[in-house]
């Protein structure tokens, strides 16, 4: 642990990289804002802890505080253009800071997750953008130090005097697992994209291409994968409420528990055949037209919160647990249930039901 001038960290390293699953939009930072507050900068300014993990000697990889660095980022190449073409003295500054803050060599020297690292490179390089790319938080941030910085005839002299004030606690986490710790630091903070996590998760224990074939063969839109890992952990752990901001968490909960029992190849066709099921219920994807008709009547009625007991029922049909009389029966019962609830107009809770249901199976 050391405390850096963040202006003088960023100059000191040849490459940092973001998580693949680690957003920026969420921690951008207006440091011009801070202009307001202190214009002589008589104390220094704390920006928090950043985390990071080292790659090499001079590459690291950010595991908390990408924000930070990116705003900082931005606000350099704002300083770039606001002052290009305008005298020498300030072209050659602007080569400096470039080569010094913003590029190793003829590489960025920050290097974003896939999703924004496309944008930050046009908007480095000078590169035209779209309307949808415009509307993204780190142009929005460019274009608001562009603005200040004019309109407020800011200095460049006053904005790294500025930047000299600010500092950060660094923290370097090279025993632990960055997606474990972005996950504990982050899951009461903010929303995380929970699919993102399970995708580094599972490419870390080799099964990548396995689980981006389920993904790719059911469920084309990201909402329909985290209703099935919700509704799948459900029926596994017999949950009564789920939190889905901790997917990632049941996910490897249950991952490394049922290791313990079967082999990865075992687990993932038992995920990818669960998957299909799910699927079939999401799409109403049914030959059997007593069943598609049953299923149809299920979600004209609101039935999205039985999904999870359904699945169970379903695997149970599929593995010929049940007969296809009982399980249209209970399919039915469902539907009649929901049917009288959509008009009672009470939001009566499923899990009424489940308990009725169980002893019906049991009797059959």
């Known amino acids: 642990m050391r405390v850096v001038n963040l202006l003088k960290f960023l100059n000191s390293v040849h490459g940092l990289h973001a998580l693949s699953f680690a957003k920026c939009n969420k921690e951008l930072v207006n440091f011009l804002d801070l202009l307001t507050e202190d214009e002589q900068f008589t104390r220094t300014i704390d920006m928090g802890i950043i985390y990071i993990s080292q790659k090499s000697d001079d590459q690291y990889t950010i595991v908390d505080g990408l924000g930070r660095i990116v705003s900082l980022s931005l606000l350099l190449h704002a300083v770039c253009e606001c002052y290009k073409k305008t005298t020498q003295k300030n072209e050659k500054a602007i080569k400096t800071i470039r080569s010094k803050y913003l590029y190793s060599g003829k590489n960025l020297k920050l290097r974003l997750n896939e999703d924004e ?167 109403i994807n049914f030959e059997n037209d007593n069943i598609r008709q049953v299923f149809i009547n299920i979600k004209k009625h609101g039935g999205e919160d039985t999904y999870a007991y359904i699945l169970n029922i379903y695997e149970d049909y599929s593995e010929n647990n049940i007969s296809e009389s009982i399980f249209l029966e209970i399919l039915n019962t469902i539907d009649e249930y929901l049917k009288n609830r959509q008009n009672s107009g009470k939001n009566i809770d499923f899990n009424e039901l489940i308990q009725y249901l169980n002893a019906f199976i049991t009797c059959k």
């Open 117 to 283: 690292s496309e944008i930050y490179a046009k908007i480095l390089s000078g590169e035209r953008l779209s309307g949808q790319e415009k509307s993204k938080p780190i142009f929005v941030l460019l274009h608001n130090f562009w603005l200040q910085i004019k309109e407020e005839k800011l200095s460049a002299a006053k904005i790294f005097n500025m930047l000299d004030k600010i500092q950060v606690t660094l923290v370097e986490t090279d025993d632990v697992s960055p997606r474990n710790l972005y996950y504990k630091i982050n899951k009461e903070k903010r929303k995380i994209n929970q699919i993102a996590l399970i995708d580094d998760f599972l490419k870390e224990n080799g099964l990548s291409k396995e689980w981006e074939d389920i993904k790719n063969n059911y469920f084309v839109e990201k909402e329909d994968a985290l209703l099935f890992l919700k509704d799948f952990f459900i029926t596994k752990f017999n949950y009564k409420t789920f939190d889905k901001e901790r997917l990632y968490e049941s996910f490897v909960n249950y991952f490394e528990t049922m290791m313990q029992y079967m082999s990865e190849d075992s687990l993932i066709k038992h995920l990818k055949r669960s998957a299909k099921l799910y699927y079939d219920i999401l799409n």
